[in-house]
């Protein structure tokens, strides 16, 4: 970790990070509902070996509830899970859809054309990225988390809506 921001290479907390992720095929990706409602689904993680490890990267259509929800509010988490390791990771975020067709194209595999037709120009991808905020790991063996790192406060600035809606409504 450097200056309390993970390191943008395979180096540090990003190399442990990136071994105890990089093989769990679909993550659980979390998103925060306009009612107030959580809705968890499994995605398809699209970072490579090579991508510097401080967002992640997952193809949706552009017309599904997760874009819908992330207009809502952007705080994320996305869980990894690879019992055969008792490896479990939490990664709580901010996620947007973002649009950048050469990003689409460096990130485009062989699985992705069997949900989207048209390949990375495809008018009905979205492209989703997560910004890693902090990052937690459950210790199987000693039943207990371990955080892996975790942004200085400064450096996100975000408040989602529902917290916001949630302490004025607490004031009254």
């Known amino acids: 970790m450097k200056g309390g921001i993970l390191a943008t290479s395979r180096q540090g907390p990003g190399e442990n990070l990136w071994s105890l992720i990089k093989d769990v095929r679909y993550p659980i990706l979390t998103t925060h509902r306009a009612d107030g409602g959580l809705q968890s689904r499994p995605m398809t993680m699209q970072n490579r070996d090579s991508d510097p490890i401080d967002f992640l990267w997952f193809f949706t259509h552009r017309e ?86 975790k942004l200085d406060n400064g450096a996100m600035p975000y408040k989602p809506p529902f917290d916001q809606a949630m302490s004025g409504a607490m004031r009254h």
């Open 64 to 149: 599904s509830e997760q874009v819908d929800d992330l207009q809502w509010d952007s705080s994320v988490s996305v869980v990894f899970a690879d019992p055969a390791r008792s490896a479990y990771v939490t990664i709580f975020g901010s996620a947007g859809v973002i649009e950048d067709a050469s990003r689409k194209k460096a990130l485009w595999s062989q699985q992705a054309s069997s949900w989207f037709e048209g390949g990375p120009e495809d008018p009905s991808l979205a492209l989703v990225r997560v910004r890693i905020i902090q990052a937690d790991l459950w210790d199987a063996a000693r039943n207990a988390v371990t955080r892996l790192f």
